[in-house]
């Protein structure tokens, strides 16, 4: 193998592998960018994204839902005070500028005035 696929910063799991721009640790569902211009440069593009008290938010920042949120197709919604970690901030998609992966639901988009920095 030529060029191997570094191992994960997690957990150090060495079954990484490449999904877009990304790479993907399947066993502990880490996720990192797979060419990182410079490691000081965290949003895409210097985009600036500001958490519900103004907070300065990064990739891999671990946040707080500060309200209730009502979730589609679900009976049930975030409850204010769930703790999302491992966040990834990225381009706004109808005002939604945070991926993330939430317990119970699994990946969404969230707006950034929804949450604080933990």
């Not at 790479?23 to 985009?47: H, I, K, M, R």
């Not at 919604?77 to 706004?92: C, E, F, S």
Request: aromatic residues 4%.
């Amino acid at each position: 193998m030529v060029d191997a696929l570094p191992l994960c910063p997690s957990c150090s799991g060495e079954h990484t592998y490449e999904m877009s721009t990304l790479y993907v640790c399947p066993l502990c569902g880490f996720e990192w960018a797979a060419s990182t211009p410079s490691d000081n440069e965290t949003a895409p593009q210097g985009l600036v994204v500001k958490d519900a008290v103004g907070n300065v938010l990064a990739d891999g920042d671990t946040v707080v839902v500060t309200s209730s949120i009502k979730v589609k197709g679900s009976p049930q919604g975030i409850k204010a005070g769930t703790k999302i970690r491992n966040i990834r901030l990225i381009d706004p998609v109808n005002g939604h500028d945070v991926d993330c992966k939430v317990d119970g639901f699994g990946a969404m988009l969230l707006k950034s005035s929804l949450v604080k920095k933990a």
